[in-house]
């Protein structure tokens, strides 16, 4: 098997690699991003054959957005790009674990350093991580 290019390691030219990962019915695998250095589970996303090759092949994170229909290079809108440093396969072959150093230290949408800002209280979802950065300021 080959490995995915990862910056600092060989290429090789074929993609077998990709055959070995148990795609969903929509041709689909969940996809971890967890940061490199602390090791913090920043967010969960889907990735389409063409996002993990491309996620491979350029060292940045890139997506399947289900909600838009197309490709999402992580970072396009707000900057908050992923740099990889490793991609790691579970043992069923089905999900995908992304190490990555994430611009800004911002990977949420809502502005928080992680989208699993939410813990279970006493019966309540409550945010225990602060805005680090408004929303409104990242996606004018």
């Known amino acids: 098997m080959s490995a995915p290019h990862v910056p600092g390691q060989?290429?090789?030219?074929?993609?077998?690699?990709?055959?070995?990962?148990?795609?969903?019915?929509?041709?689909?695998?969940?996809?971890?991003?967890?940061?490199?250095?602390?090791?913090?589970?920043?967010?969960?996303?889907?990735?389409?054959?063409?996002?993990?090759?491309?996620?491979?092949?350029s060292g940045r994170a890139v997506y399947w957005s289900r909600s838009r229909g197309r490709l999402w290079r992580k970072g396009e809108e707000?900057?908050?790009?992923?740099?990889?440093?490793?991609?790691?396969l579970d043992c069923d072959g089905d999900v995908v674990l992304l190490a990555v150093d994430q611009a800004g230290g911002i990977a949420c949408h809502t502005g928080r350093q992680s989208c699993f800002f939410r813990q279970l209280q006493a019966g309540d979802w409550v945010a225990v991580d602060p805005v680090l950065k408004d929303p409104e300021i990242i996606y004018r």
């Open 10 to 57: 060989h290429q090789s030219a074929s993609d077998d690699w990709l055959d070995q990962i148990r795609w969903d019915s929509s041709g689909l695998v969940p996809a971890i991003a967890q940061d490199a250095e602390s090791g913090r589970i920043l967010m969960v996303a889907w990735m389409n054959r063409e996002a993990l090759l491309e996620t491979a092949q």
């Open 78 to 88: 707000s900057g908050h790009a992923q740099a990889v440093r490793a991609i790691r």
